[in-house]
């Protein structure tokens, strides 16, 4: 089992920036990728951007060019650096991991709203 808490989640204006975190505990040494999904009110959850052990990216079109995402494997944790947010981008973000097993774990989110 893999237990993942994020933090980091908040307000914040249009325009402006913030990066969550994600670190994950438990039976870690089978963790392949990592990631971000998130879910807007009204909408359903979505791939915002992941990130294998390798450091192979994968990107949301919607948040290339503003977010960022990185990983520390030492220290299991996945962050996510968010520029120029709008607030379409006003969701709860969910911290994501599979294994090499192919299972999914997930966390139980932080709430990020863009709003002035």
């Known amino acids: 089992q893999v237990q993942l808490v994020e933090s980091g989640g908040g307000l914040v204006q249009p325009g402006g920036s913030l990066t969550v975190s994600c670190t994950a505990s438990g039976s870690t040494f089978g963790i392949n990728t990592m990631g971000w999904y998130r879910q807007a009110p009204g909408n359903e959850r979505e791939l915002v951007a992941s990130?294998?052990?390798?450091?192979?990216?994968n990107y949301a079109d919607s948040v290339k060019g503003r977010f960022t995402v990185a990983r520390d494997n030492a220290k299991n944790t996945v962050y996510l650096q968010m520029n120029s947010l709008n607030p379409e981008d006003t969701a709860v973000y969910y911290c994501n991991c599979r294994d090499r097993w192919n299972i999914n774990y997930w966390g139980k989110g932080t709430l990020v709203t863009v709003s002035s």
């Open positions: 990130i294998t052990s390798g450091g192979t990216t």
